[in-house]
């Protein structure tokens, strides 16, 4: 008989499976991992897979089971779409175990989870940035500990060097993200957290960004950038991973992702309000001025990027990140 080589985790309906549970399903028909849910890589003999979203890292495409590098069926377990509320606290339930921790930057999405997580948060930042103060502030009022990292310049460019080693020749924004997620990952694994609960995919799924104001066809604008999960989940993976821990985001549970897909785009930015419906969720669980509130993105947040583009001045790139960023791998890899 095979073994069974199982990274990460797997649920069915709400409930986890163990090994046994999972080996016999590949036993009996390898064909129903396509029903599962949560976030995994397995290999059995001839046949692989991985979760939807490719949240784990592995050989074989997101979202697909193969047999012998063969696609034999897509990852999507059939999720109706069920209440909003009932599907982010199911995630998040099923996320927050022993050894987990949020990344916690004070914005409605990652305050959410840390407040129905109540797990011990961290939030990475200069000394003294909106993001530190915003999570300091609701970790004090959900009542969970919550560690600062506090960077330097420095700290940030070698953290930067670290990223374009893993990514190879990143733009910016990807850069800036990973940067500040290599702080994020670097602690976890210090402190042993095997895994960071975040709130990514938030605003893709729930229209988040800024320029969703002014999108002449919000629909199309919303689809597309949840297209690019997959692209930025291995992003984040890359560097979850150099550290020994890895990211869950509950937002990217397929139940989360059917409710969130279920409400009309006009539902979701309206009247000025990106995300109106996760807000209107979160004024359940946090402070109104939490769920409310306008955040920047962790990059901005958190002082990096800022940080970043004085790098590039002060090495003579004084209107192009990018050319300070290709230069940077260029000098690491040859190209």
Same mark, same amino acid.
């Given at each position: 008989?095979?073994?069974?080589?199982?990274?990460?985790?797997?649920?069915?309906?709400?409930?986890?499976?163990?090994?046994?549970?999972?080996?016999?399903?590949? @036993?009996?028909?390898?064909?129903?991992?396509?029903?599962?849910?949560?976030?995994?890589?397995?290999?059995?003999?001839?046949?692989?897979?991985? #979760?939807?979203?490719?949240?784990?890292?592995?050989?074989?495409?997101?979202?697909?089971?193969?047999?012998?590098?063969?696609? !034999?069926?897509?990852?999507?377990?059939?999720?109706?779409?069920?209440?909003?509320?009932?599907?982010?606290?199911?995630?998040?339930?099923?996320?927050?175990?022993?050894?987990?921790?949020?990344?916690?930057?004070?914005?409605?999405?990652?305050?959410?989870?840390?407040?129905?997580?109540?797990?011990?948060?961290?939030?990475?930042?200069?000394?003294?940035?909106? *993001?530190? =103060?915003?999570?300091?502030?609701?970790?004090?009022?959900?009542?969970?500990?919550? *560690?600062?990292?506090?960077?330097?310049?420095?700290?940030?460019?070698?953290?930067?060097?670290?990223?374009?080693?893993?990514?190879?020749?990143?733009?910016?924004?990807?850069?800036?993200?990973?940067? @500040?997620?290599?702080?994020?990952?670097?602690?976890?694994?210090?402190?042993?957290?095997?895994?960071?609960?975040?709130?990514?995919?938030?605003?893709?799924?729930?229209?988040?960004?800024?320029?969703?104001? #002014?999108?002449?066809?919000?629909?199309?604008?919303?689809?597309?950038?949840?297209?690019?999960?997959?692209?930025? !989940?291995?992003?984040?993976?890359?560097?979850?991973?150099?550290?020994?821990?890895?990211?869950?985001?509950?937002?990217?549970?397929?139940?989360?992702?059917?409710?969130?897909?279920?409400?009309?785009?006009?539902?979701?930015?309206?009247?000025? !309000?990106?995300?109106?419906?996760?807000?209107?969720?979160?004024?359940?669980?946090?402070?109104?001025?939490?769920?409310?509130?306008?955040?920047?993105?962790?990059?901005?947040?958190?002082?990096?990027? =800022?940080?970043?583009?004085?790098?590039?001045?002060?090495?003579?790139? =004084? =209107?192009? !990140?990018?050319?300070?960023?290709?230069?940077?791998?260029?000098?690491?890899?040859?190209?």
């Amino acid at each position: 008989m095979a073994e069974l080589l199982l990274r990460g985790w797997v649920e069915v309906g709400g409930r986890c499976l163990s090994e046994d549970e999972v080996l016999t399903v590949l @036993t009996e028909n390898p064909h129903d991992v396509s029903l599962f849910g949560g976030e995994f890589y397995l290999e059995y003999g001839e046949w692989e897979a991985r #979760d939807h979203f490719g949240i784990v890292p592995g050989p074989c495409p997101a979202g697909a089971v193969t047999r012998k590098g063969k696609v !034999v069926a897509g990852v999507v377990p059939d999720y109706p779409a069920a209440d909003l509320e009932e599907a982010i606290a199911t995630a998040v339930g099923l996320r927050a175990v022993d050894g987990a921790a949020v990344a916690l930057s004070g914005g409605v999405d990652s305050a959410l989870v840390a407040a129905l997580a109540r797990l011990p948060a961290v939030v990475v930042g200069l000394k003294d940035s909106h *993001d530190q =103060k915003r999570a300091l502030a609701l970790a004090e009022i959900l009542g969970v500990p919550c *560690d600062t990292v506090s960077v330097t310049d420095t700290e940030v460019e070698e953290a930067l060097q670290e990223v374009v080693a893993l990514l190879g020749n990143p733009n910016p924004v990807d850069a800036s993200i990973a940067t @500040t997620e290599v702080f994020v990952t670097r602690w976890a694994e210090e402190q042993g957290f095997h895994r960071l609960l975040t709130g990514q995919g938030a605003d893709e799924l729930f229209g988040g960004y800024a320029r969703y104001l #002014d999108s002449d066809d919000l629909a199309a604008s919303l689809e597309r950038d949840v297209a690019d999960l997959p692209r930025q !989940v291995a992003r984040d993976g890359a560097v979850a991973s150099h550290y020994g821990t890895a990211f869950s985001p509950p937002y990217l549970d397929l139940r989360v992702v059917a409710a969130a897909r279920a409400i009309p785009p006009g539902e979701k930015v309206r009247d000025g !309000v990106r995300k109106a419906p996760l807000r209107k969720v979160a004024e359940r669980h946090i402070p109104p001025e939490f769920a409310q509130a306008e955040k920047k993105a962790m990059q901005y947040g958190s002082g990096i990027w =800022k940080t970043i583009q004085r790098l590039a001045r002060h090495n003579g790139y =004084k =209107k192009s !990140v990018q050319g300070y960023l290709t230069d940077m791998g260029r000098d690491m890899h040859g190209f």
